[in-house]
């Protein structure tokens, strides 16, 4: 069914090209995962439970935050607030996901659910760009969400093997490394009045929000916002 | 006592019960905004909000970020903005925040 009029398949150069795309953020990735590893060590973690926390989660920010809040024992409640904890700040998956419908709708929904996945920041970032760019080849979307897994869970089992001793993340600017590659992504986006209104608005209602708003909500609904604004930019009648 | 704690388990039940519910909880929200848009319409307009739905969801994350953050920071996501729009490659965007964020931190700005 999905053959005849769908336009998504799945090539093994798309794959490729997907996980090419991702090259530039890997030297920042894995010290982030170096990075992920050692804290998680210093948190009592195996090198197990650090690849499977990276392997099943696949989320570094939550990884992360969840991390400074980390117990030895984990009675109902707690797991209840870690629970809330991860779905807000992951609340911008919901929002990736919802823009991966016009492309992956046609899919059957024993295909389209478990690719989804694979859909972490990065990854939807460069996926998006694609899209927007005419691509519609799904193997875009699992390879480079493949291959940032495989580097994630790999660098974060041998952070936690390594330790520390690593090189301060602030000092070699790897913080800046996530950011710049998503302007990257968002740059060839552009095409005028709707990008102009709803990326402003995203930008002075997330930042507003950011101060406003206590925990991670500013980015849900400054691109909620955002996304709304720039819909109804009507596009200009010939 | 700064050593790490519990050191020699390989795998701790209450340490996998966490990171179940944190895998779960994020295979659900990488789901259920896929789930819900199918229940509603893709009319002309709600087509234009999701295709402008990642530009802005990428501007929400980087713009607080840039607000919250030094000077090496804005200077640097302004290097990569300058490097992606002249240069189209993804790689000397990121190179350009690096250097210019790192070469700032380090003479002390």
């Given amino acids: 069914m999905d053959a005849q009029s769908s336009p998504i398949r799945f090539t093994r150069e798309a794959f490729f090209q997907g996980a090419r795309v991702m090259m530039p953020l890997m030297p920042g990735m894995w010290l982030f995962g170096l990075a992920f590893g050692a804290a998680s060590a210093q948190k009592g973690f195996s090198w197990l439970e650090a690849g499977l926390s990276s392997g099943l989660i696949f989320a570094g920010l939550a990884q992360m935050v969840a991390l400074e809040g980390w117990r030895q024992d984990w009675t109902v409640p707690s797991l209840l607030a870690l629970a809330v904890l991860t779905f807000t700040v992951n609340m911008r998956h919901l929002l990736m996901a919802a823009s991966m419908r016009p492309w992956f709708a046609p899919l059957p929904a024993w295909k389209s659910y478990p690719t989804l996945f694979f859909l972490a920041d990065n990854n939807w970032a460069a ?28 660098s974060s089992m ?34 005028g009045r709707r990008e102009a209104i709803g990326w ?11 101060f406003i708003v206590p925990g991670w909500w500013f980015i849900f609904i400054g691109a909620v916002s955002g996304a709304v604004a720039g819909g109804f930019v009507d596009d200009k009648p010939r | ?22 895998a779960v909880m994020t295979l659900f929200n990488r789901m259920a905004g896929f789930m819900v848009m199918r229940f509603i319409p893709l009319t002309p307009r709600v087509r234009r ?13 980087v713009a607080p970020a840039a607000a919250h953050g030094d000077i090496a920071m804005a200077a640097g996501l302004a290097a990569a903005l300058v490097a992606a729009k002249l240069l189209k490659s993804d790689f000397y965007a990121v190179m350009a925040a690096v250097v210019v964020g790192a070469g700032l931190r380090f003479i002390g700005v």
């Fill in chain 2, 49 to 61: 909000i999701l295709e402008c739905l990642p530009g802005a969801v990428i501007v929400a994350i």
């Fill in chain 1, 200 to 210: 402003g608005v995203a930008a002075v209602v997330s930042v507003g929000a950011s």
């Fill in chain 1, 127 to 154: 996926t998006m760009r694609y899209y927007s760019q005419g691509g519609r080849d799904a193997g875009f979307f699992v390879g480079s969400g493949a291959f940032t897994w495989l580097m994630w869970v790999l």
């Fill in chain 2, 1 to 22: 006592m700064t050593s790490p704690a519990d050191p020699g388990t390989l795998l701790d039940l209450g340490t996998l019960a966490a990171i179940g519910v944190m």
């Fill in chain 1, 158 to 191: 041998a952070g936690q093997v390594i330790g520390g001793g690593l090189p301060d993340p602030k000092a070699v600017a790897i913080d800046l490394v996530v950011p710049a590659f998503f302007i990257a992504m968002l740059v060839p986006n552009w095409k």
